[in-house]
Nanobody, 124 residues
């Protein structure tokens, strides 16, 4: 059974930092695109960042560019999202995903696996 388990969320003040982790079990994820989405209360789920293995592309949403950094450790089968200079509008449940970052250089939404999410709350 494939499992993605996020951790590292919590409450932080504006301007603070958090690092989310996504531990993957049940497969070796180094052949998959990895990504992070978020969903704020009352809003649609949005893609935050992803790494495309096939196209060698790292994508960031404009809203997080320069503040968030996506990375992975294949030896640990773990993906990370470092979040700095956090703002109240970053408050959301954050989900990690495997698969479906880009295809042919274009953003693609064919994710294969999803985690259950980790809540990040940024206080003003």
């Amino acid at each position: 059974e494939v499992q993605l388990v996020e951790s590292g969320g919590g409450l932080v003040q504006t301007g603070g930092s958090l690092r989310l982790s996504c531990a993957v079990s049940g497969l070796s994820f180094d052949v998959y695109d990895i990504g992070w989405f978020r969903q704020a209360p009352g809003k649609e789920r949005e893609r935050v960042s992803c790494i495309s293995n096939s196209d060698d592309i790292t994508y960031y949403a404009d809203s997080v560019k320069g503040r968030f950094t996506i990375s992975s450790d294949n030896a640990k089968n773990t993906a990370y999202l470092q979040m700095d200079s956090l703002k109240p509008e970053d408050t959301a449940v954050y989900y990690c995903t495997l698969g479906g970052c880009t295809t042919g250089g274009l953003l693609y939404y064919g994710m294969d696996y999803w985690g259950k999410g980790s809540l990040v709350t940024v206080s003003s």
